[in-house]
């Protein structure tokens, strides 16, 4: 069943993405996790970093294994937005790979920079060279190991390139703080052909000085502490 | 037929088996207890029933509130109890091996100041008149409550308490508990319940106690131990029972069958046509016999009065103080206490930054519902307190 995985899928780079998004994470921070699962990044944000934590689950099986890690969890369905988090009350908002996944993508990264300081997104980058040379060679929907599903049984409704992140948070006026290409199950920060290589990839995303105020590409790159390859 | 010797050995077998109602003398003057609503009120007796055992650290207990019409007796049978007697209103819940584990845990339950089912209310004997207190009992608030079962832990060398635990009022009383006294309790688990009452449900409070005001046996509250608004007070209990079914589970259990008859049968006068008639006449009749008029008018003013909100200026404000773990659930088909009620409570818990879960349960039960789904409330209740308990070992675990 579809709504049983949807927020939690299974993934070889969990452990790798976990790592990357801990490191991504000032101590003593708050921070919440949209699609946690049962928990386990948050119980090891808590442990590792001493941040304090709450998770947004829609699955009861899963929300019921974070309660077992003592981690605080919210039921929702993502797809509603973030209607109970108030303005500005987390440091980090996590989303790892769901946002593909989420009927409103647009509107939940405006509502994650609203509820929080910086956002954390892992997506899969459909502009990896496998995927294009399937879609290329075989003109049929790809599925690859990253995206292992066929067209009709498949949880992501929106997939993106690197490219196509990077024109929505132009759009948004969402500041990217970094953008870290994982290729082969490696972070490699400055990726020669990132677009072309990466399997996923992790933005740190800010929110705009003025909310709702859309920037010029130009002031997008200008304040980035990582330059983005094109 | 079972005889006596089998009765007892299925009560002994099941849950916390044969349990007593205790009484406990609280507020005894000078040291009465200051009401919300002004004046003083002592003594207090308070009947309360506990199941499983205080630990040598006293940190494993759990109190329970209970709901509007509910008692002490939340688990068990008693020693004098009848065949068709029913344990406590929560049994499934309580005992070795189930949610609220009593191999684990020492579980106490209260009957609410301004009741009728053992603890001091309108009922009662004002100890200066030797009269009952009937209308002169003084208003009373769930602060007030919630102050009286406080003294009660204490009263039982509870310093702190592992949880607290309740539904609907009982759901208020912990919200009032973790905000009245935060460092109490190390969680809080608020079931089908709101940080006030909405305007609907004044409504329907208001529409019960016009109902008994109205019965010419209320006589201005002053009627007779066994006498009293009987028909008032049954139909005060039959509003009530409705808002507590859902459309669906009226639907389920009854549809539009008929009782007594095939067809219709084209008379007024009497009142039990359809199935679900009579069972609404049932449950007001079994409730006259359970409860006292004045109790039902006090303890339905206190639901209306409760407001966090405007009491403490804000949510934050009022909950704000306490580093107690909650647990807020909801029930998808509860009209009379809403998920949005409880996701305002779940808001301002977030805002302040504590530590909140909470979950829309499915069920077809409305508002009853947490009395019902105890398979739903141990899934998540179990590993809640597990989490709870072992946090609090951990912390006071001597350093080594």
């Not at chain 1, 067209?151 to 990077?166: E, G, I, K, R, V």
Request: with cysteine; hydrophobic share 40%; proline share 5%.
């Amino acid at each position: 069943m579809r709504a049983q995985h949807r927020y939690c899928m299974q993934d070889p780079s969990l452990e790798m993405t976990d790592r990357l998004l801990l490191e991504q994470i000032q101590p003593g921070s708050r921070v919440l996790d949209l699609g946690c699962g049962d928990g386990r990044l948050l119980a090891r944000l808590r442990e590792e970093r001493g941040a304090s934590v709450l998770g947004m689950e829609i699955d009861i099986t899963q929300h019921h294994a974070a309660i077992a890690r003592g981690v605080p969890v919210i039921q929702a369905d993502l797809d509603e937005g973030l209607p109970d988090i108030p303005d500005g009350a987390f440091d980090y908002v996590v989303l790892s790979q769901t946002l593909q996944q989420v009927l409103h993508p647009k509107q939940l990264l405006e509502e994650m920079v609203r509820v929080a300081k910086k956002a954390l997104v892992v997506v899969p980058n459909f502009g990896n060279w496998r995927i294009r040379l399937q879609v290329l060679k075989q003109g049929r929907a790809p599925v690859t190991e990253v995206l292992p599903y066929e067209w009709y049984n498949t949880p992501n409704l929106h997939l993106m390139s690197m490219h196509d992140f990077q024109d929505l948070m132009r759009l948004l006026g969402i500041e990217i703080l970094q953008e870290i290409p994982i290729i082969n199950h490696r972070a490699i920060e400055k990726a020669w052909l990132a677009n072309l290589r990466a399997q996923h990839v992790l933005y740190v995303l800010q929110r705009p000085e003025s909310p709702g105020k859309l920037q010029s590409s130009e002031h997008v790159s200008a304040g980035h502490s990582t330059p983005i390859p094109r | 037929m079972a005889t006596q010797q089998e009765l007892s050995e299925t009560r002994q077998d099941s849950g916390v088996g044969i349990v007593q109602t205790r009484l406990a003398t609280l507020f005894a003057p000078p040291n009465w207890l200051k009401l919300a609503g002004g004046g003083e009120l002592g003594p207090i007796q308070v009947a309360y029933e506990t199941y499983g055992a205080l630990t040598p650290a006293k940190d494993n207990a759990i109190f329970i509130c209970h709901a509007l019409t509910g008692d002490a007796h939340a688990a068990g049978y008693y020693e004098d109890d009848d065949e068709k007697a029913k344990p406590g209103w929560w049994d499934d819940l309580i005992g070795p091996g189930r949610t609220l584990d009593t191999d684990k845990y020492y579980v106490i339950c209260a009957n609410v100041l301004g009741g009728c089912q053992g603890t001091t209310g309108p009922g009662s004997i004002n100890p200066e008149t030797n009269q009952s207190y009937r209308l002169g009992f003084p208003f009373i608030t769930v602060g007030d409550i919630v102050e009286v079962h406080s003294a009660l832990t204490k009263h039982l060398g509870i310093d702190q308490l592992l949880a607290v635990i309740g539904g609907s009022l009982g759901g208020m009383q912990v919200l009032e508990w973790a905000t009245r006294f935060p460092d109490q309790l190390r969680g809080a688990i608020c079931l089908a319940s709101a940080a006030q009452l909405s305007a609907q449900g004044i409504a329907f409070n208001a529409v019960g106690r016009r109902a008994i005001k109205t019965d010419p046996e209320f006589k201005d509250g002053e009627y007779e131990v066994g006498a009293g608004p009987r028909y008032g007070l049954a139909l005060a209990r039959m509003i009530a029972h409705i808002t507590y079914l859902s459309d669906q589970s009226i639907e389920m259990k009854f549809g539009r069958r008929l009782q007594d008859h095939d067809t219709f049968t084209y008379e007024m006068l009497p009142e039990v046509e359809f199935q679900v008639e009579s069972y609404l006449h049932y449950q007001g009749k079994r409730f006259v016999e359970r409860f006292d008029a004045n109790s039902y008018l006090y303890l339905t003013r206190a639901m209306d009065y409760f407001d966090l909100l405007s009491q403490h200026g804000s949510l934050v404000n009022a909950l704000g103080k306490t580093d107690a773990r909650f647990l807020i659930a909801s029930y998808d088909s509860d009209w009379l206490f809403t998920t949005t009620q409880s996701k305002e409570i779940v808001r301002a818990l977030i805002e302040c930054g504590k530590h909140v879960s909470f979950i829309e349960l499915k069920s077809p039960f409305g508002h009853d519902s947490f009395l019902i789904e105890i398979e739903q409330l141990n899934k998540m209740i179990t590993p809640f307190l597990e989490q709870a308990y072992s946090t609090c070992l951990a912390e006071n675990k001597p350093a080594s």
